[in-house]
């Protein structure tokens, strides 16, 4: 498609369940980004794929959260045992090589734990 | 550690005025700077950006503005109108890493 593709677009879970998150970034886009947006704060930087480098993990909050990325495809991101603090927007972003550039963003899954 | 920073959540100007949002960052090795607009249940979208070798880069109604020794800019809208009114984002990285990003303002232009 023309743009990056999240899915579901939103998701209510209770406490504890495990949530996966997936998203379809732009067509040749070698990066990957995901970010949170919790309610009344900034985005939050998750994790980030870049081609057929090691993912540069150090936003993931907690061992709870982790992602994967398919070659230059697609992405999934999973919560496990997820909590109410989990609550939040999650955004996907693709970019080519040069972020400089900018992103392009994903309209988010909204994440609601209950 | 907020290493970009909005310290206006919110700003509110009269339409056909001109809005000034702000951004400070603490981390001199940024070497490229951007602006997002968001809109309610959609992703943020890419506004303007700006090198760290310039100190202006305009685009029709948006400017934005570098000062490097101040570790601030600033996003210019002239003249505002309604449809501007969204959560704008700066952003900020290092070396073409990933993008660090405030926590945004939220202007309202009205009539």
């Known amino acids: 498609g023309a743009g990056v593709s999240q899915s579901p677009s939103n998701k209510v879970t209770e406490k504890g369940k495990d949530v996966e998150l997936r998203c379809d970034p732009i067509?040749?886009?070698?990066?990957l980004y995901w970010y949170r947006q919790r309610l009344g704060q900034g985005l939050e930087f998750l994790i980030y794929f870049q081609g057929n480098s090691a993912p540069d993990k150090s936003g993931l909050p907690s061992d709870r959260f982790s992602a994967e990325r398919t070659g230059e495809s697609v992405s999934t991101l999973t919560i496990q045992r997820t909590q109410q603090e989990d609550s939040a927007v999650y955004l996907c972003?693709?970019?080519?090589?040069?972020?400089?550039?900018?992103?392009?963003f994903g309209s988010g899954t909204r994440l609601t734990v209950v | 550690d907020q290493q970009v920073k909005q310290n206006s959540p919110s700003l509110s100007v009269q339409e056909g005025r001109i809005s000034i949002l702000n951004c400070d960052y603490t981390?001199?090795?940024?070497?490229?700077f951007l602006w997002y607009k968001k809109y309610p249940a959609e992703g943020p979208t890419f506004l303007i950006s700006i090198s760290s070798i310039k100190d202006k880069n305009e685009d029709g109604r948006f400017t934005v503005f570098l000062n490097k020794s101040a570790k601030h800019l600033s996003l210019h809208i002239v003249p505002s109108q309604p449809g501007d009114s969204a959560v704008y984002f700066c952003a900020a990285t290092a070396d073409t890493d990933k993008l660090i990003f405030g926590t945004g303002t939220r202007l309202q232009v009205f009539p």
């Open positions: 067509s040749g886009h070698t990066a």
């Open positions: 972003a693709s970019s080519s090589q040069r972020v400089d550039y900018g992103y392009t």
């Open positions: 981390n001199s090795m940024f070497d490229y």
